[in-house]
């Protein structure tokens, strides 16, 4: 399953060694991923879906189980978002991410989902990353809201020694002093974990700032920094989101920026390979 998640090769490391195996890419380029915080209803979701598509996206993300810090808050609609994203993906032929947060959920889960996300709540939850690292599927992994980079490194150890090494790494922001932003979003992590691994490092300028009119700039900002891509929340309404509304962007927002990723692109890569020769 999944259009973008192509076997490529090895490039992972663990216990400092280079394991060969079947290792992966999210996709060609600078690779977006972008949808709702949460799945809301059928018909927001095919319009997400449907921008997304329009602007070339392949894999969305779209929350179905979600972790909140308040119990009373929106926590998703659990198992009625299946069929609305099997729906979207048939019809617009994404891949989708979803965050597990029990590996009881992973088999529902599996029905629909071409990658397990990791959250930050989670990424000292070893026995879900066992779990998910037997799951089949490749896995994002988001890092601890406080968590050093060698424990972020280390969680993804637990999932590949047992045996998904499809790992992409996610800096989405650590705990700041200034309540400004919602996280202070860590980019010297993306060439640190560049140099480190072999695995694709994705920034995620949404949780990392909190923040709409942060997610563009910061989002060049990860690109220019060597970033394999990054993930987004959009949503057609950002003042009726049922949760992280402050930090979606609309759907012009989103199309600026792609137009803003797809033009700098060119920029980044050329520069690359004019300094790497
Ligand atoms: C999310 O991406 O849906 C999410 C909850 O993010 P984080 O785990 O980084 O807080
Ligand atoms: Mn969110």
Same mark, same amino acid.
């Given at each position: 399953?999944?259009?973008?998640?192509?076997?490529?090769?090895?490039?992972?490391?663990?216990?400092?060694?280079?394991?060969?195996?079947?290792?992966?890419?999210?996709? =060609?380029?600078?690779?977006?991923?972008?949808?709702?915080?949460?799945?809301?209803?059928?018909?927001?979701?095919?319009?997400?879906?449907?921008?997304?598509?329009?602007?070339? =996206?392949?894999?969305?993300?779209?929350?179905?189980?979600?972790?909140?810090?308040?119990?009373?808050?929106?926590?998703?609609?659990?198992?009625?978002?299946?069929?609305?994203?099997?729906?979207?993906?048939?019809?617009?032929? *994404?891949?989708?991410?979803?965050?597990?947060?029990?590996?009881? /959920?992973?088999?529902?889960?599996?029905?629909?989902?071409?990658?397990?996300?990791?959250?930050?709540?989670?990424?000292?939850?070893?026995?879900?990353?066992?779990?998910?690292?037997?799951?089949?599927?490749?896995?994002?992994?988001?890092?601890?809201?406080?968590?050093?980079?060698?424990?972020? *490194?280390?969680?993804?150890?637990?999932?590949?020694?047992?045996?998904?090494?499809?790992?992409? !790494?996610?800096?989405?922001?650590?705990?700041?002093? /200034?309540?400004?932003?919602?996280?202070?979003?860590?980019?010297?992590? #993306?060439?640190?974990?560049?140099?480190?691994?072999?695995?694709?490092?994705?920034?995620?300028?949404?949780?990392?700032?909190?923040?709409?009119? !942060? =997610?563009?700039?910061?989002?060049?900002?990860?690109?220019?920094?060597?970033?394999?891509?990054?993930?987004?929340?959009?949503?057609?309404?950002?003042?009726?989101?049922?949760? /992280?509304?402050?930090?979606?962007? /609309?759907?012009?927002?989103?199309?600026?920026?792609?137009?803003? *990723?797809?033009?700098?692109?060119? #920029? =980044?890569?050329? *520069?690359?390979?004019?300094?790497?020769?």
């Amino acid at each position: 399953m999944g259009y973008n998640l192509r076997l490529q090769e090895p490039r992972i490391v663990i216990k400092g060694n280079q394991v060969t195996g079947p290792v992966w890419s999210l996709g =060609v380029g600078f690779v977006v991923i972008a949808g709702p915080c949460a799945v809301e209803s059928r018909d927001s979701l095919l319009e997400i879906a449907h921008l997304l598509a329009e602007e070339g =996206v392949r894999i969305m993300r779209a929350g179905i189980f979600k972790p909140r810090t308040s119990p009373y808050s929106f926590r998703g609609l659990g198992e009625e978002a299946l069929p609305m994203i099997a729906e979207a993906k048939e019809r617009f032929g *994404l891949s989708v991410v979803s965050e597990v947060m029990s590996p009881e /959920d992973i088999p529902v889960m599996a029905q629909v989902v071409d990658m397990f996300q990791v959250g930050s709540r989670n990424m000292f939850n070893y026995r879900l990353l066992e779990a998910v690292g037997r799951a089949g599927k490749p896995v994002l992994l988001k890092r601890g809201m406080m968590a050093s980079l060698r424990e972020f *490194l280390w969680s993804a150890e637990y999932i590949a020694l047992e045996g998904e090494r499809r790992i992409a !790494l996610c800096e989405r922001g650590v705990r700041g002093f /200034d309540t400004e932003t919602r996280n202070l979003l860590d980019l010297s992590a #993306v060439p640190l974990l560049k140099a480190r691994t072999y695995l694709p490092v994705i920034v995620d300028p949404s949780h990392g700032t909190g923040r709409s009119e !942060l =997610v563009i700039p910061m989002a060049r900002a990860a690109l220019a920094a060597g970033a394999d891509g990054v993930m987004v929340e959009v949503h057609p309404d950002p003042s009726r989101a049922l949760s /992280d509304g402050p930090q979606a962007l /609309d759907f012009p927002g989103f199309r600026r920026l792609m137009s803003h *990723l797809r033009e700098l692109e060119g #920029v =980044v890569s050329r *520069l690359k390979s004019s300094k790497e020769d």
